[in-house]
Nanobody, 126 residues
């Protein structure tokens, strides 16, 4: 069982930036594909981004709604995955979760992720 912890959420004005972090209770985060998802109360959870075990170009994925504004990366030495969020918009307001997958075929399929964190709240507002 891997315990994931998200951090870095908060309140930011439109156009602002935040960096979310996902860390794990063991030192094996590098062995998992990591995804970021978000959910607004009353709505379905939405896939935001994912990064393959191999941190190489072409192995990162983004939803159309965040492409060009968000960047996912991993630092295996720090046992962490980050989601850099720039030019935030009010519609980015949600509870953001990170999730780990042992094997992953479709990056935006939440059923393929084995472990989930508790989430960190991001609020974009004046």
């Amino acid at each position: 069982q891997v315990h994931l912890v998200e951090s870095g959420g908060g309140l930011v004005e439109p156009g602002g930036t935040l960096r979310l972090s996902c860390t794990a209770s063991d030192d094996r985060l590098a062995e998992y594909a990591i995804g970021w998802f978000r959910q607004v109360p009353g709505q379905e959870r939405e896939a935001v981004s994912s990064i393959h075990v191999l941190d190489m170009p072409g192995y990162t994925y983004y939803s159309n709604s965040v492409k060009g504004r968000f960047t996912i990366s991993r630092d295996n030495g720090e046992n962490a995955v980050y989601l850099q969020m720039n030019n935030l918009k009010p519609e980015d307001t949600a509870l953001y979760y990170c999730a780990a997958a042992v094997t992953l075929f479709r990056w935006n399929n939440e059923d393929e992720y084995d472990y989930w964190g508790q989430g960190t709240q991001v609020t974009v507002s004046l």
